[in-house]
């Protein structure tokens, strides 16, 4: 009988973890994960650990020849705030086993609450472009009550967030809170990552800058505007699509 699939959190320090966890997944647009990129390194957190997939694939990342675990924890204590980077996809199915994983490692610390960032692929208007939240009563009444966020009218949370707000409700976590954006696929939507980072900066007072990553927002603005120009004049001038010379888009972080 195949091994049931499971995650493995391993901490290298003995400093207890504390305040508020703070989660970027990889999924459709990278909104999460590349805001919590950029705030572990803006502010200079410390790497303290991993979490491993057991029993199914997984991924490992790579910078400059040398590779990285693919799920990743740190901590920055003058902050009183962790960090859970993962750049691999957890699936849908496998939200129960890495939640009793960050189940395990909240039981062992002194984490109060955990704020989750959730981008999703919707249609959705300009004046869309905003933060919306899921979040606990106590969470709610303690980052959100001023904060001038919207919560969600209706649906049903899935995969992780779904798994953390339910255990959340019944105690097995702390109070949790989902920040839920629209995303532009395929992505990174860095537009996203930045109304994350500005709740960072205004609900927990986080001193992180967000000038390098606006500038690659527009710099990506100015390319896919600059492209569909450039498919529209093609079209215009009736070239075949198979004719037409364009360019490769295969973003990747």
């Known amino acids: 009988m195949a091994s049931e699939p499971r995650y493995e959190v391993s901490v290298s320090s003995d400093d207890s973890l504390e305040g508020t966890l703070v989660v970027g997944l990889s999924n459709v647009g990278l909104a999460g994960l590349t805001a919590v990129d950029h705030l572990i390194h803006q502010l200079e957190f410390e790497r303290i650990g991993h979490v491993r997939a057991r029993n199914f694939p997984t991924i490992t990342p790579f910078a400059n020849g040398t590779p990285r675990q693919a799920v990743r924890l740190y901590a920055a204590p003058e902050h009183d705030c962790c960090v859970l980077a993962s750049e691999f996809v957890v699936p849908v199915w496998a939200a129960p086993t890495?939640?009793?994983?960050?189940?395990?490692?909240?039981?062992?610390?002194?984490?109060?609450?955990?704020?989750?960032?959730?981008?999703?692929?919707?249609?959705?208007?300009?004046?869309?472009?905003?933060?919306?939240?899921?979040?606990?009563?106590?969470?709610?009444?303690?980052?959100?009550?001023?904060?001038?966020?919207?919560?969600?009218?209706?649906?049903?949370?899935?995969?992780?967030?779904?798994?953390?707000?339910?255990?959340?409700?019944?105690?097995?976590?702390?109070?949790?809170?989902?920040?839920?954006?629209?995303?532009?696929?395929?992505?990174?939507?860095?537009?996203?990552?930045?109304?994350?980072?500005a709740f960072l900066r205004e609900g927990y007072g986080l001193a992180v800058e967000d000038e390098q990553l606006r500038e690659r927002s527009e710099a990506m603005n100015r390319y896919y505007s600059e492209l569909a120009d450039r498919i529209e004049t093609l079209e215009s001038e009736g070239i075949a699509p198979e004719d037409r010379n364009r360019p490769v888009d295969r973003m990747f972080m």
């Open 98 to 197: 890495f939640a009793d994983a960050v189940q395990n490692l909240v039981a062992s610390s002194d984490i109060e609450e955990i704020t989750i960032f959730h981008g999703v692929p919707v249609p959705h208007g300009p004046d869309e472009h905003a933060l919306f939240y899921v979040a606990t009563p106590e969470y709610r009444e303690r980052r959100l009550d001023d904060a001038g966020i919207a919560p969600l009218r209706g649906g049903v949370l899935d995969g992780v967030p779904g798994e953390f707000a339910n255990r959340s409700l019944i105690g097995e976590l702390p109070p949790l809170g989902a920040l839920i954006t629209p995303i532009h696929p395929p992505g990174p939507d860095f537009e996203a990552a930045l109304r994350f980072l």
